[in-house]
């Protein structure tokens, strides 16, 4: 069975540094692409980006490029989202996903983790 | 970038009333690579259908889809109580844009 598991809720403070997890387990990790997909109140989803777990190949939404930074560990079978200078904009529930097709990029997000809520104050 | 807009916004309806959401592509969504996914409170995003009207494994067949270039629907035949949740569209036909959501809510 496919499951993504992320790291727990953060409370941050403006400026600080975050680097939240999505553990995966139940396939060959190296062949799928994971993206994070962030999701702030009473909005729609929004896709930030995406990393091919084999090669690090990594794609941004240029409405995220710089911001954040998105990397995989693939010993560890984990990705990661990185920032390294929180806003309260950035307040919102922040999920992993794994896109369902081996390789090919772009489709389909076929699992997706618990979500992890990032709150951050000014 | 593609921007899909998704109407209504919100529908409120009874349990066991038909569901109709939309879903309007900005330009065409080759080959119409347009997946839908349910989000209920509280719980993880599901994807429903992918291909614009191929269901996902588990979903039940009072989901169906359809639609081609730049509009797609999701029908609810008659609703569950848990189908009470927001409903995404997402294109990746050119990267990934999600819609905006529609909220089906009881009436």
């Known amino acids: 069975e496919v499951q993504l598991v992320q790291s727990g809720a953060e409370v941050k403070k403006s400026g600080e540094s975050l680097k939240i997890s999505c553990k995966a387990s139940?396939?060959?990790?190296?062949?799928?692409?994971i993206g994070w997909v962030r999701h702030m109140p009473g909005k729609g989803l929004e896709w930030m980006g995406i990393?091919?777990?084999?090669?690090?190949?990594?794609k941004y939404n240029p409405s995220f490029r710089g911001h954040v930074t998105i990397s995989v560990d693939k010993s560890l079978e984990t990705a990661y989202l990185q920032w390294n200078g929180l806003k309260a904009s950035d307040t919102a529930m922040y999920y992993c996903?794994?896109?369902?097709?081996?390789?090919?990029?772009?489709?389909?997000?076929?699992?997706w983790g618990q979500g992890t809520q990032v709150s951050v104050s000014s | 970038d593609i921007v899909l807009t998704q109407s209504p916004g919100t529908l409120s309806l009874s349990p066991g009333e038909r569901a109709t959401l939309s879903c309007r592509a900005s330009e065409g969504v080759r080959n119409n690579y347009l997946a839908w996914y349910q989000l209920r409170r509280g719980q993880t995003p599901r994807l429903l259908v992918y291909g614009a009207s191929n269901r996902a494994a588990g979903v039940p067949d009072r989901f169906s889809a359809s639609g081609s270039g730049t509009y797609f629907t999701l029908t609810i035949s008659r609703l569950e109580p848990e189908d009470f949740a927001v409903y995404f569209c997402q294109q990746y036909g050119s990267s990934i844009t999600f819609g905006g959501g529609a909220t089906v809510e009881i009436k």
């Open positions: 996903a794994r896109l369902a097709e081996p390789q090919w990029f772009p489709n389909w997000f076929d699992s």
């Open positions: 990393i091919y777990s084999g090669d690090s190949d990594t």
């Open positions: 139940g396939y060959n990790f190296p062949n799928y692409w």
